[in-house]
């Protein structure tokens, strides 16, 4: 399965500023995925990401405040933008196996906004 | 009605018993179902797939799929005290792009 290198680990922002997490696979995928974990709670997609074309969101998120980039089929940012206390989560980059594998997680950004 | 469903727990088992992980899922046309297992302050580990109707068995895990009663099931043999975690069902939806779902996840305690 595919290596996923995920950073910042953490980070600690004050609010009204952005953060750009990186993640970079070791193979090239069609897809990415971008999950966020609230505390206590279970992994919520926020967007898939495809090389080339605009990211599909899920409901609830939008580009002005979560905008991704996708230059290339190993590369892949999620920026948290005019972050405020509700956006302290774990941020977690994916990538797709095969059928039965399923997914590879990064190791995760921990943010915290103050 | 939740996509997929879990029971928060905790569940607490003895050293060396079997833990019974249990997971429903809403989407009758969804394909492969995964168990996660997260450790505290880490990411989500696949443990486990499953893509056909019957049992599945990998070392000390056996997962379970019915289609037909819309559930998923892991068994955890021997449970020892590393097995402790939180975990994830993910269902592989019958949708166009992979999209996979989680659960909200069962907290396992493994009491020694």
């Known amino acids: 399965s595919a290596v996923i290198s995920q950073k910042p680990s953490r980070d600690i922002c004050q609010r009204g500023t952005s953060l750009t997490i990186q993640c970079q696979v070791d193979s090239q995928v069609t897809m990415m995925f971008w999950y966020r974990q609230q505390p206590g709670q279970s992994l919520t997609l926020i967007a898939t990401a495809n090389q080339g074309s605009e990211a599909t969101y899920e409901s609830g998120f939008v580009i002005d405040k979560f905008p991704i980039s996708r230059p290339n089929l190993t590369f892949s940012t999620l920026t948290v933008s005019n972050m405020s206390p509700e956006d302290s989560s774990i941020y977690l980059c994916s990538v797709a196996g095969t059928a039965i594998n399923g997914y590879t997680f990064g190791s995760g950004t921990r943010l915290t906004v103050v | 009605q939740k996509e997929v469903e879990q029971n928060s727990g905790p569940l607490s088992v003895p050293e060396g018993a079997i833990a019974s992980l249990n997971c429903t899922y809403s989407?009758?046309?969804?394909?492969?179902f995964f168990w996660y297992r997260q450790y505290s302050g880490k990411s989500p580990e696949l443990i486990m797939s499953?893509?056909?109707?019957g049992d599945k068995e990998d070392g000390r895990f056996t997962a379970q799929l019915n289609k037909a009663s819309q559930y998923v099931s892991l068994l955890i043999r021997d449970s020892q005290p590393s097995d402790s975690a939180t975990y994830l069902c993910a269902v592989r939806g019958s949708g166009g792009y992979q999209k996979v779902t989680f659960g909200t996840g069962t907290k396992l305690q493994v009491i020694p």
């Open positions: 499953i893509y056909s109707n």
């Open positions: 989407d009758r046309g969804s394909q492969s």
